[in-house]
């Protein structure tokens, strides 16, 4: 592929697809800025932003000349996707992601590991399949309603500006992000 004809990407997929993962190992490749939504949105305590709040720095983080998007809140969509140039869709099977939130929860709450100010996961948490804070369950409310709802916003006048770029393995994924240089 050689450099990349795009400066501004937004990388779309369920949870523990590995959007942040990619989006910032290609602003690192591509000399953006990575900007991360979970990070602009969860405060102290697991606290979100609010819907102005995390409007205003999504507008703000986005104004750079050169940044890569992870995340799919869909209250920044009109700013981050009028702005992008393309879209990157980690459209994984199922198990490929179970399997990738299985060992991340893990990891994260094994080692305590800090997400965003101060937050941590917490294994009880994520093992309450039947809660709304649960990543297992997100992922299972989520991942068909995505797979219907990523072709159909694709196709929306307002976002026909977008190169779709889809993945359908992380080996495809990986292979792309290899062959980009600068």
Same mark, same amino acid.
């Given at each position: 592929?050689? =450099? /990349? ?49 995390? *409007? ?5 983080? =986005?104004?750079? /000349? ?9 209250? =920044? ?5 009028? *702005? ?13 992601? #179970? ?13 305590? +590991? ?17 809660? +709304?804070?649960?990543? #297992? ?11 219907? +709802? ?6 929306? /006048? ?11 393995? /992380?080996? +495809? ?10």
């Amino acid at each position: 592929m050689g =450099t /990349p004809p795009y400066k501004k990407y937004i990388v779309v997929g369920t949870t523990s697809s590995g959007k942040s993962t990619l989006a910032e190992q290609l602003a690192q490749k591509i000399g953006g800025d990575f900007i991360e939504l979970d990070a602009l949105n969860w405060g102290a305590n697991w606290t979100a932003a609010g819907d102005e709040i995390l *409007r205003a720095r999504a507008d703000e983080a =986005t104004r750079s /000349p050169c940044w890569v998007v992870a995340g799919n809140y869909r209250i =920044t969509r009109p700013i981050t996707w009028s *702005r992008a140039e393309a879209v990157i869709w980690l459209d994984y099977s199922l198990w490929v992601i #179970f399997w990738r939130l299985f060992w991340r929860t893990w990891r994260r709450t094994s080692y305590k +590991e800090e997400l965003w100010n101060g937050n941590r996961e917490h294994l009880s948490t994520q093992l309450k399949l039947w809660s +709304e804070e649960s990543l #297992f369950h997100w992922l299972f409310k989520t991942y068909w309603r995505r797979k219907r +709802e990523y072709p159909q916003l694709f196709e929306q /006048p307002e976002f026909s500006h977008l190169k779709i770029i889809r993945f359908k393995t /992380p080996q +495809e994924t990986d292979k792309w992000l290899e062959n980009i240089r600068i």
